[in-house]
């Protein structure tokens, strides 16, 4: 009889929160992120990628907030070019030149971003030294059919796209923890939680990235640690890595723009929020792929250009600078 009392009783309570939490979701996504949105003026945001694209911008963004920067990417020239930006804005920044694909360098690379970053005589090391905020951002795409992929690009988009978080994750999350206060962002993609037609080795990649910061999320909030994560899921983005790549209802599923995403996404992470999918017709299109049969859902990409926006992909034709 107390088992059964025991059984009622927790189940009341988790159909409370349940209920509780699902108005509030409703409820906050009608306040403006203006109002919600926490001050991390005075935090180091570390953003790998940062040399070009959506990188560069979310750096400048989280600049013009007032926090210090450390920028990593493979692409020095671009890279220095984001920290000049910065630095014009009156920013605190200080760049790293780092393959993501070599774990051994994302730790030897952490172990000296915490050391010298700290080499500025305003700030104390320690400072300027603990990351407070990590974009997981960096990320490479084959766009070949699945046979048609190297070997060696399948093995490097697993690397830069989902491993590099595990490394990166593991050489700042301590401190986080340790302090009770950070925010870790993993930028994924609309094809983390979809499979695309030509895109087999970067949705598989990105599939593993949602479930990483999924599982993390889980970790942090059962010990009860104030560390927050973030996963974004964009569909296509105008910043040239998928130059070529379609859609067939551009009201529905528009190419974003870069700025109006980057934006949305650190309005995101100032929140707290959890999941970002843009544009929020994802919402949608994911829900339904919980409840239709494959055959359906084969139908609905299909209509809607998701199985053949990669037909004409070109990818970045340009080095990026
Ligand atoms: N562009 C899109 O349509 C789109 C859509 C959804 C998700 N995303 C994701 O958004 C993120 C940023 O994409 P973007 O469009 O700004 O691309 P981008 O190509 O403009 O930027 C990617 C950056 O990562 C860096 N990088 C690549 N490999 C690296 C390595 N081995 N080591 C260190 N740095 C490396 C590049 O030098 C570049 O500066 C990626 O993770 C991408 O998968 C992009």
């Known amino acids: ?76 020239k671009g890279n220095e070019e984001t920290a000049k930006q910065i630095k014009a804005l009156g920013s605190y920044v200080k760049t790293y030149k780092i393959d993501l694909s070599d774990r051994d360098a994302i730790y030897s690379v952490a172990a000296k971003t915490k050391e010298e970053a700290g080499d500025v005589d305003i700030l104390t090391k320690e400072e300027v030294g603990d990351v407070d905020i990590l974009v997981n951002n960096a ?100 910043t040239g890595m998928f130059d070529g790549a379609k859609t067939r209802w551009p009201f529905i599923l528009p190419i974003l723009e870069p700025e109006d995403t980057v934006n949305k996404i650190v309005d995101a992470v100032l929140c707290n929020q959890h999941i970002v999918m843009l544009p929020k017709s994802l919402y949608l299109f994911m829900a339904l792929k919980g409840v239709v049969s494959t055959k359906v859902l084969a139908l609905i990409c299909l209509y809607f250009g998701a199985s053949n926006s990669m037909d004409d992909f070109k990818g970045r034709q340009k080095k990026i600078e």
């Not at 108005?23 to 040399?51: H, M, N, Y």
């Not at 959506?54 to 007032?66: D, V």
């Not at 599939?207 to 899921?233: Q, W, Y």
Request: hydrophobic share 50%.
């Open 139 to 238: 990320g490479i795409v084959t766009g070949k059919k699945f046979l048609n992929c190297p070997d060696s690009m399948i093995q490097k988009t697993f690397e830069v796209n989902t491993l590099a978080h595990f490394w990166t994750c593991k050489a700042f999350l301590p401190g986080m923890m340790e302090r009770n206060h950070g925010h870790i962002v993993n930028i994924a993609s609309s094809a983390g939680y979809l499979g695309v037609n030509g895109l087999a080795d970067y949705c598989a990649s990105k599939f593993a990235a949602v479930g990483f910061d999924e599982s993390m999320r889980f970790e942090l909030e059962m010990m009860g640690k104030e560390v927050k994560t973030t996963v974004v899921c964009p569909f296509y983005i105008n």
């Open 1 to 76: 009889m107390a088992d059964i009392l025991l059984g009622l009783k927790e189940f009341s309570v988790t159909f409370f929160f349940i209920l509780y939490y699902w108005i509030q979701a409703i409820v906050l996504a009608f306040i403006p992120a203006s109002w919600r949105a926490k001050d991390v003026a005075g935090e180091t945001v570390l953003v790998t990628g940062a040399g070009s694209g959506i990188g560069r911008l979310i750096a400048l963004r989280f600049a013009r907030l007032g926090c210090r920067l450390v920028l990593w990417d493979v692409n020095e």
